[in-house]
């Protein structure tokens, strides 16, 4: 602590500042009102578990037979595909996408050099910035952790978990996501980028 | 669970009223460092008000690796930045008329003297950077490294920040003294 901290009137300021304002209950009341005006906001575990829940169908046997049919085209084109592997492929990508769920369909792998950490993670958008569901690898000699992912096209938002302190990726682009954490962007086209 | 914890989930789970709860916990101290960071009630109301719903309608987005407390200063010291910077552009306009208006013969000085008013006037000379940092450290008594994760600014650069901000005062105190 420096002598200008310890002066008497930084400590008379510092008093005078600690002492607790009078608040307006009508405020607080405002605040009450407008949260109510808005939509409850969910937990992010329930939205999960929403989307994996089981849940069972029932088909009125015309249902039935169109399944099955689009089925049978799905496993037509598959084995097409499969046919034209060692040439040109006989279906573009676009139409290749119509008949595939948009999955995460492009390999990236994440590195980041930490070699004084015992655990590293790496979390974002695509999997519920859960700490545990991707666990880095280290490398032998030099300190590099690893990961690969597969991530659909697009914008993913993503962070380390270096000994449980969230870090940025400094060979990344970052964005402040408005709650005064910044994350790292990854832009993933079509195609490899490992 | 703690009870901030365990509101969040009531909160999640459906139930608004639980978030009465946490605003009432944290109102007056939440309070307290606006009104002292922006030096005007009304700039503090609207920094609390949206602080309060933004951390509503992100609370699924808040994640127990952080104390509640913090997560929530981060937004408020967001908030504070944000209104402090659209009132710089405001302040300026001010200045001037207030100018204007200091020349005209019927001009009237109102100051009280009153403590409250004397610890803003004080803490309105410093420069927003350092008064952030000088309340954080001894109004809200955070540490360095607490400081550092809810501004995002490295621990050495806001020692150096409160430093300056002390040794400020320190130079008023001088100015008085010798006036």
Redesign the interface.
Known sequence: M????R?P??EL??R??????Q??PA??A???T???A?A?????S?IWERVIAPRSWTLSPMAGSLLAAGLVGIGVLAGALTANRGGRPSVDRATLGAVRPPVSDTIVKFVIVAPNAGKVSLVGDFND?D?TRSPMLRAEKDGLWSVTMPLSAGRHLYAYVVD?A?RTDPSAPVID??????NSVKLVAKGSTL | MSDDAADVQRVLAGDVDAYAALVDRYYDRCARFAIRMLGNRDDAEDALQATFLRAYKALNRYQERDRFSAWLYRILVNQCRSIAARRAHRDKVFVREEALLLNAPDRAVVWTGEDEEFVQRVLSELDPLLREAFLLKYIEELSYEEMSALTGVGVSALKMRVKRACDRLRERWERIKND
Do not use: Q
């Open positions: 420096t002598d200008s901290e002066h009137y930084v300021i510092a005078e500042a600690r002492r607790p304002v608040t307006d405020a607080r405002r605040i009450m407008a949260v109510r808005e409850l906001p969910r937990s992010r329930s910035w700490e449980g969230w996501d408005g709650f005064g954490h910044r």
